[in-house]
């Protein structure tokens, strides 16, 4: 109680929230007015703009953890309006800033994570923009990491939805922008452009959804304000149920195309084009965590929608365990993560959809955590094999071993690297630890919220439940085969042999994400429930209460060990090392194709969806789109509207108008009446002899004419 009431007087916060945007602002007009002229000092001058970049991204931890401790005391929120932004009749929306439990939650788990990424970007970029041959660019990713902490902190501190989706669509020109970082880099000089444009694409699919539930909301309710939609909606959902499950199914939408969910998850692993720090920004603890915190926000109006809650948790659990799938026939270190991220994001929105919303938060920070410790672990990894292959350049034994290997070689091919476990010793330990989290194994963060989730799944949803404990066991089979792959055995490439451990600014951060990998899962033990009761302050009612289940526990953590045993098995060092001694050409390109064969196929082609796609729907339309421009557009419009119709019609009517009318009678009137004159003068020239006795003769006729007419009259 003392507690208590001294919270309740500590000092509030609340007003300092706008600066969780003010200050990611700051640091971008920084360095977009002076980062060119720093980044002239060379190193020391692109230390300074990766610092002032993660500065201000600091800055908003810290503001986050001020906002927190004012929330111990005042844990009902407050909303902090900082200007009148529309109004149009009774319509208004304000920008204001929502902080309450929840949106401290994302502010707190976006700006750390984010914070030490741009540290270790620092480090990571400064290598990146010399292999890619262009050291002017260091300071326009820092600008385009900033603009994105800054976009992401108003999608989750808004009070309103038209807010919320400024944010939304500001993540997603920061993903297009840093995907496409190297847009001129990638398959024939296209490739990392052409991601950056799927990304794109493919989010404005799911924006649409978005877009609809806004305009449906507005016409529902009159108001896009979260308090007063949440209060009018039992209202709304008693007189037309069908509103909110629209709305709420709209959202679905949106959802599936930020949160990389099926179908719309296509995007996500040609992300990987963009440099690391971007994969693990983007794709840990950023945007596609947007669409479960706007599940999670709107919780008071899917709880009312029984049917949307149902499809949200069935499209989270497919998506988790195809996406997994995939991930066991992948080679490329990143695509692997990649797909590993969709699969989790399936555990989140199939949390979120079942009413689980603490589960699904919960298994979000741990993800960012342990998910951010991956990407970058991997991004050390890339760039240790890249600087082994760098001082291998002129030698070719490189060239002849890559040549043996029947592929190119590839610094982010995991059949280029093993043994990295003696090169590169702290990515190997802070890699193993973000592995075990994520293969879901006691008693690191991972476990506690994914068993969580499968705790919730096995009594609300038994099918979800079956799908996400599928799921689980693949993961735990990836991760061991990739660790096996990366880290064990001998190199199997010269670049490997060589690789060396990346420097001081970029483990740190590895080892602060390790720790906090290994630790997070306090923050909502079993007994405890801490996030539970801190996150029952905004949701209230909508809260499910959680409870540790043994028996789930026991198994999924079972089973991920028999799948690790598995993975051990196929890819231990003896076994691997012999397959990679076989010839090249009797060799398949991996060891678990001879047990598995098609299937093996399958989830390498990644079920052939891409191409599924370009059958059903890319190719129609890019024939339509040409027959619309060569047919309709140049041969029907152009070539027979425009030339035949118009044109010639223009040029026959024009000469009736030329020829027969001005020409022909116009003009014939003008020159009838000239010659009509000229006869006239002609005739009357006959009078004019030149004789004085005729005009004489002329003027006495004329007098006798007049005077016998006045005599007659």
């Given at each position: 109680?003392f507690?208590?009431?001294?919270?309740?007087?500590a000092?509030?916060?609340?007003?300092?929230v706008?600066?969780i945007?003010f200050?990611?602002v700051?640091?971008?007009?920084?360095?977009?007015?002076?980062?060119?002229?720093?980044?002239?000092?060379?190193p020391a001058g692109?230390?300074?703009?990766g610092?002032v970049?993660?500065?201000?991204?600091?800055?908003?931890f810290?503001?986050?953890v001020l906002?927190l401790?004012?929330?111990?005391?005042?844990?009902?929120?407050?909303?902090?309006?900082?200007?009148?932004w529309?109004?149009?009749?009774?319509f208004?929306?304000?920008?204001?800033?929502?902080?309450?439990?929840?949106?401290v939650v994302?502010?707190l788990a976006?700006?750390?994570?984010?914070?030490?990424i741009h540290?270790?970007?620092?480090?990571?970029?400064?290598?990146?923009v010399?292999h890619?041959?262009?050291?002017?660019r260091?300071?326009?990713?820092f600008?385009?990491?900033?603009?994105?902490?800054?976009s992401?902190?108003i999608?989750?501190?808004?009070?309103?939805?038209?807010m919320?989706?400024?944010g939304?669509?500001g993540?997603?020109?920061?993903?297009?922008?840093?995907?496409?970082?190297w847009?001129?880099k990638g398959?024939d000089?296209?490739?990392n452009?052409?991601?950056?444009?799927?990304?794109m694409i493919?989010?404005?699919i799911?924006?649409v959804?978005?877009?609809?539930?806004?305009f449906?909301?507005?016409?529902?309710?009159?108001?896009?304000d979260?308090?007063?939609i949440?209060e009018k909606a039992?209202?709304?959902?008693?007189?037309?149920?069908?509103i909110?499950?629209?709305?709420t199914?709209?959202?679905?939408?949106?959802?599936?195309g930020?949160?990389a969910q099926?179908?719309l998850?296509?995007?996500l692993?040609?992300?990987?084009?963009?440099p690391?720090?971007?994969?693990?920004l983007i794709h840990a603890a950023t945007?596609?965590?947007?669409g479960?915190y706007?599940v999670a926000r709107?919780?008071?109006?899917?709880?009312?929608a029984?049917?949307a809650?149902?499809?949200?948790?069935?499209?989270g659990?497919?998506t988790?365990?195809?996406?997994?799938?995939?991930?066991?026939?992948q080679?490329?270190?990143?695509?692997?993560?990649a797909?590993?991220?969709?699969s989790?994001?399936?555990?989140?929105v199939?949390?979120?959809?079942?009413?689980?919303?603490?589960?699904?938060?919960?298994?979000?920070?741990?993800?960012?955590?342990?998910?951010?410790?991956?990407?970058?672990s991997?991004?050390?990894?890339?760039q240790?094999v890249?600087?082994?292959e760098h001082h291998l350049?002129?030698d070719?034994k490189?060239?002849?071993?890559?040549?043996?290997?029947?592929?190119e070689f590839d610094?982010?091919?995991?059949?280029?690297?093993?043994?990295?476990?003696?090169?590169?010793?702290t990515t190997?330990?802070?890699?193993?630890?973000?592995?075990?989290a994520?293969?879901?194994l006691?008693?690191l963060?991972?476990?506690?919220?994914?068993?969580?989730?499968l705790?919730?799944?096995n009594?609300?949803?038994?099918?979800?439940?079956v799908?996400?404990?599928?799921?689980?066991?693949f993961?735990?089979?990836?991760?061991?085969?990739?660790i096996?792959?990366?880290?064990?055995g001998?190199?199997r490439?010269?670049?490997?042999?060589?690789?060396?451990?990346?420097?001081?600014?970029?483990?740190?951060p590895?080892m602060?994400l390790?720790a906090?990998?290994?630790?997070?899962?306090v923050?909502?033990?079993?007994e405890?429930h801490?996030?539970?009761?801190?996150i029952?302050?905004?949701?209230g009612?909508?809260?499910?209460?959680?409870?540790?289940?043994?028996?789930?526990?026991?198994?999924s953590?079972?089973?991920?060990?028999?799948?690790?045993?598995?993975?051990?098995?196929?890819y231990?060092?003896r076994?691997?090392?012999?397959?990679?001694?076989?010839?090249?050409?009797r060799r398949p390109?991996d060891p678990?194709?001879?047990?598995?064969?098609?299937l093996?196929d399958?989830?390498?082609?990644k079920?052939?969806?891409?191409?599924?796609?370009?059958?059903v729907?890319?190719?129609?339309?890019?024939?339509l789109?040409?027959?619309?421009?060569d047919?309709v557009?140049?041969?029907?419009?152009?070539?027979?509207f425009?030339?035949q119709?118009l044109?010639a019609?223009?040029?026959?009517?024009?000469?009736?108008?030329a020829?027969?009318?001005d020409?022909?009678?116009i003009?014939?009137?003008?020159?009838?009446?000239?010659?009509?004159?000229q006869?006239?003068a002609?005739?009357?020239?006959?009078a004019?002899t030149?004789?004085v006795?005729?005009?004489?003769?002329?003027?006495f006729?004329?007098?006798v004419i007049?005077?016998?007419?006045?005599?007659?009259r």
């Amino acid at each position: 109680m003392f507690f208590q009431e001294t919270l309740s007087q500590a000092p509030q916060f609340f007003g300092l929230v706008p600066w969780i945007v003010f200050f990611p602002v700051i640091g971008l007009l920084f360095n977009i007015a002076f980062g060119k002229k720093i980044l002239e000092r060379g190193p020391a001058g692109e230390k300074i703009v990766g610092w002032v970049a993660s500065i201000a991204s600091g800055l908003v931890f810290l503001v986050s953890v001020l906002l927190l401790v004012s929330l111990l005391g005042h844990p009902e929120g407050k909303t902090v309006p900082l200007a009148e932004w529309i109004k149009i009749g009774n319509f208004q929306v304000n920008w204001a800033f929502q902080v309450d439990t929840l949106s401290v939650v994302m502010m707190l788990a976006v700006s750390l994570v984010g914070t030490l990424i741009h540290i270790y970007a620092i480090g990571y970029m400064h290598e990146d923009v010399r292999h890619n041959g262009d050291p002017g660019r260091f300071g326009r990713f820092f600008v385009f990491m900033n603009l994105f902490i800054a976009s992401m902190m108003i999608l989750v501190s808004s009070d309103n939805f038209l807010m919320l989706y400024v944010g939304w669509e500001g993540v997603g020109l920061c993903s297009y922008l840093l995907i496409g970082f190297w847009y001129e880099k990638g398959e024939d000089g296209l490739g990392n452009a052409l991601a950056g444009k799927k990304a794109m694409i493919t989010t404005r699919i799911g924006d649409v959804g978005m877009l609809l539930a806004l305009f449906v909301m507005f016409w529902a309710f009159g108001s896009l304000d979260f308090h007063t939609i949440f209060e009018k909606a039992p209202q709304v959902a008693q007189a037309s149920p069908g509103i909110i499950l629209a709305i709420t199914l709209f959202m679905l939408v949106a959802l599936t195309g930020k949160s990389a969910q099926l179908p719309l998850y296509v995007w996500l692993p040609d992300a990987m084009a963009g440099p690391t720090p971007v994969s693990a920004l983007i794709h840990a603890a950023t945007m596609v965590t947007a669409g479960v915190y706007l599940v999670a926000r709107s919780a008071d109006l899917y709880i009312l929608a029984p049917q949307a809650q149902t499809a949200v948790a069935l499209v989270g659990g497919a998506t988790a365990l195809f996406a997994a799938t995939i991930a066991v026939g992948q080679f490329d270190i990143k695509k692997v993560l990649a797909y590993s991220t969709i699969s989790q994001l399936g555990f989140m929105v199939a949390a979120v959809g079942m009413g689980a919303f603490v589960a699904g938060m919960f298994h979000l920070v741990t993800h960012a955590f342990f998910k951010a410790l991956l990407f970058l672990s991997a991004g050390s990894v890339i760039q240790g094999v890249e600087r082994g292959e760098h001082h291998l350049a002129h030698d070719p034994k490189l060239k002849k071993h890559a040549k043996s290997l029947g592929h190119e070689f590839d610094p982010q091919d995991m059949r280029n690297m093993g043994g990295l476990r003696t090169r590169m010793k702290t990515t190997f330990w802070v890699y193993l630890i973000g592995a075990i989290a994520l293969s879901g194994l006691p008693p690191l963060a991972g476990f506690w919220s994914k068993d969580e989730i499968l705790a919730e799944a096995n009594q609300l949803n038994v099918a979800v439940y079956v799908l996400l404990t599928l799921a689980a066991v693949f993961t735990a089979f990836y991760m061991a085969r990739q660790i096996l792959m990366v880290f064990f055995g001998k190199p199997r490439s010269a670049a490997a042999e060589h690789a060396e451990e990346s420097p001081p600014l970029m483990t740190i951060p590895l080892m602060i994400l390790a720790a906090l990998t290994v630790l997070g899962g306090v923050i909502n033990l079993p007994e405890w429930h801490t996030l539970e009761h801190w996150i029952e302050h905004t949701l209230g009612a909508a809260v499910h209460k959680a409870e540790f289940v043994m028996l789930v526990a026991v198994l999924s953590t079972g089973l991920s060990l028999l799948a690790i045993v598995v993975g051990w098995w196929i890819y231990n060092a003896r076994r691997y090392e012999a397959f990679w001694a076989e010839p090249a050409a009797r060799r398949p390109d991996d060891p678990l194709r001879r047990l598995i064969g098609p299937l093996f196929d399958l989830w390498k082609n990644k079920y052939w969806v891409d191409e599924l796609y370009w059958a059903v729907i890319l190719n129609p339309y890019i024939a339509l789109s040409r027959f619309l421009a060569d047919v309709v557009d140049w041969r029907f419009w152009h070539d027979w509207f425009h030339d035949q119709v118009l044109v010639a019609g223009f040029n026959r009517l024009t000469g009736l108008l030329a020829v027969r009318i001005d020409l022909g009678i116009i003009d014939g009137i003008a020159n009838g009446l000239g010659k009509l004159a000229q006869r006239a003068a002609a005739t009357l020239r006959l009078a004019q002899t030149g004789f004085v006795r005729n005009y004489a003769l002329s003027i006495f006729l004329g007098v006798v004419i007049i005077l016998g007419y006045l005599l007659l009259r």
